[in-house]
C-alpha cells in the first residue's frame, strides 16, 4: 500500500515537472525564439477594418480580469462588437477580493459609453480547480509558467462557453497589462480557440496607450485598482515588493539620521554600549568573538576589539567571499585590516585564519538601524541572515537610542537578534 502511495507521489512530481517544462517549451522557448514578434494590435486592427467595410458587428466574450483592466477594452471594443464580458477568475484570492471585483467590473460596464450594449455573465468561482492547475508550481515567480497555465485555464473556459453560445470571437482583456506577455498569450488563444473550434479575436490592449487610458479611466471613477495580480501567490509576491520598498526607504532614512549624529554623542553612546556588553555574563564567559569593523556612524567596534583581544579573547571579523557568502578570519590586532574591495576594513585572508563558524560564541551583529526587540534592518546584502542562521552563537545588537526604529519592516528570513543594548 505505502509503495502504491510513494508511487503515485512520484508519479505527480513527474507530471507536475512535465507540466511545468511543457509550459516553458511552448510558451517561453518557442515564442522569445520568434525573430520578429507578431504586432496583435496590428491584426486585431484588420479584423475591425473588414468587418466594418463589410457592415459587421460581430459578437465577442471578453473574458475579463477585472474592472480596471476592461475600463479601456470596453471603452475601444464596444464601438465595434456586441460583447458579453465574462468574468471568470478562481485564481483570485481572497473571496472578499474576488467579490469586490465583481462589482467593480459591474459598476465599470455601467459606466462605459458604448455604441453596442454590453452584457456580462460570471463563471464559476471554482478555487480549487485554480489550486490543483497551481500544484507545484506556486513559488514560481509571476509572469512564468504558472501565470502561463493560469491564462490557458481562463481562456480556455471563455472558449467553451463561447462556443456553447455561439460568440462569434472570444479573447481576454489580459493583454492590457505590462506584466503579461501578450505574444504568450495570443499564443494561448489561437491554441484553446483551435482546440475548442471558436475563433480567438487577436488583441495586445497595452498598445496605443491601452494601458494608461485604463489608468486614466480608472481615476476619472474613481475605481478600485488592486495592488496584484489576483492569486495568493501574486499577493505574497506584491507584499514582499512592497516590504523591500518600505526596506530601502527606511534604509535612505538611517543613512540621513546617521549624517546629522553629533561626533560627541556618538562617542559618549558607544562608551556606555560597550561597558554594558563588556559586563554581560555572555561576553565574560565567551571565548571566541565575532563582531563587524563598525565605524560612525555605525557603532564604533574598535575599542571593543582591542578590550576583547586584551581579555586574551579569539576575535574574528567578517570577510566576503563572493556576493553571497561571509567568513570568518582571526585577527591580533586592528592593524591586521586593511580596506577591501568595498571600501570597508577587512582581514588578510591569506594571513589570517579561517574560523568556522561553529567555533564562535559571541557575535556582534552590525544593522542600518534596528529596535528593542531584536528585529534589524540589515544593509540589503543579507550577508549577516544567511552567515548566522546555523550559528548558536550568544547574538548581540548594538545600537544608539537616536538610531531605533520602533517599525521594522520584515521578510520571512529575517533573524531576531534575541539580545539588545542600547545605552
Ligand atoms: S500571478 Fe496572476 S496570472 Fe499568475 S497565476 Fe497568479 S493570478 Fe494567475
Not at 39 to 64: D, F, G, W
Not at 261 to 278: C, G, H, T
Request: with cysteine; aromatic share 10%.
Amino acid at each position: 500500500m505505502e509503495d502504491k502511495i510513494l508511487k503515485n507521489k512520484e508519479y505527480n512530481k513527474e507530471k507536475i515537472k512535465n507540466n511545468i517544462k511543457n509550459m516553458n517549451q511552448i510558451n517561453i522557448k518557442e515564442i522569445d525564439k520568434q525573430v520578429i514578434k507578431i504586432n496583435y494590435q496590428k491584426e486585431l486592427e484588420k479584423i475591425i477594418k473588414y468587418n466594418e467595410a463589410n457592415n459587421i458587428v460581430p459578437t465577442l466574450l471578453l473574458h475579463s480580469c477585472c474592472g480596471p483592466c476592461s475600463s479601456y477594452v470596453l471603452e475601444y471594443l464596444s464601438q465595434y462588437f456586441k460583447i458579453k464580458v465574462f468574468y471568470y477568475n478562481p485564481n483570485i484570492y481572497p473571496s472578499d477580493e474576488y467579490w469586490y471585483r465583481v462589482d467593480e467590473q459591474q459598476k465599470i460596464i455601467d459606466l462605459t459609453d458604448s455604441k453596442y450594449p454590453i452584457d456580462m455573465v460570471c463563471g464559476k468561482y471554482d478555487t480549487d480547480r485554480f489550486y490543483k492547475m497551481a500544484e507545484g508550481m506556486e513559488d514560481i515567480p509571476e509572469g512564468g509558467a504558472r501565470c502561463h497555465k493560469c491564462y490557458e485555464l481562463r481562456l480556455k473556459e471563455a472558449a467553451m462557453i463561447s462556443k456553447k453560445e455561439g460568440f462569434d470571437y472570444f479573447t481576454t482583456t489580459l493583454s492590457i497589462s505590462p506584466h503579461k506577455n501578450s505574444q504568450v498569450l495570443n499564443k494561448i488563444g489561437e491554441k484553446v480557440g483551435k482546440e475548442i473550434g471558436v475563433r480567438h479575436l487577436p488583441s495586445d490592449f497595452k498598445k496605443n496607450n491601452g494601458y494608461k487610458r485604463s489608468c486614466q479611466i480608472t481615476q476619472e471613477y474613481n475605481l478600485y485598482r488592486q495592488d496584484y495580480c489576483g492569486c495568493e501567490f501574486s499577493k505574497r509576491e506584491s507584499e514582499m515588493r512592497q516590504i523591500k520598498k518600505e526596506k530601502k526607504e527606511l534604509r535612505e532614512y538611517m543613512k540621513d539620521i546617521g549624517k546629522n549624529l553629533e561626533l560627541s554623542y556618538m562617542e559618549e553612546a558607544d562608551k556606555i554600549i560597550s561597558q554594558k556588553l563588556f559586563e554581560s555574563e555572555a561576553y565574560k564567559s565567551s571565548k571566541v568573538i565575532f563582531t563587524y569593523i563598525g565605524e560612525y556612524p555605525e557603532i564604533n567596534t574598535k575599542p571593543i576589539i582591542e578590550k576583547a583581544l586584551n581579555d586574551k579573547k579569539i576575535v574574528c571579523v567578517p570577510y566576503c567571499v563572493d556576493k553571497e557568502k561571509m567568513q570568518a578570519y582571526q585577527i591580533n590586532s586592528l592593524e591586521e585590516l586593511h580596506l577591501g574591495k568595498f571600501n570597508i576594513l577587512e582581514p588578510d585572508i591569506d594571513k589570517a585564519k579561517h574560523i568556522s563558524i561553529d567555533k564562535i560564541d559571541f557575535m556582534i551583529i552590525p544593522c542600518s538601524t534596528a529596535n528593542l526587540m531584536g528585529h534589524r534592518l540589515g544593509f540589503g546584502g543579507g550577508y549577516y541572515d544567511r552567515y548566522i542562521k546555523n550559528s548558536h552563537a550568544y547574538k548581540v545588537l548594538l545600537i544608539r537610542k537616536k538610531q531605533i526604529s520602533e517599525d521594522i519592516p520584515r521578510e520571512k528570513h529575517d533573524i531576531i537578534i534575541e539580545n539588545v543594548i542600547s545605552e
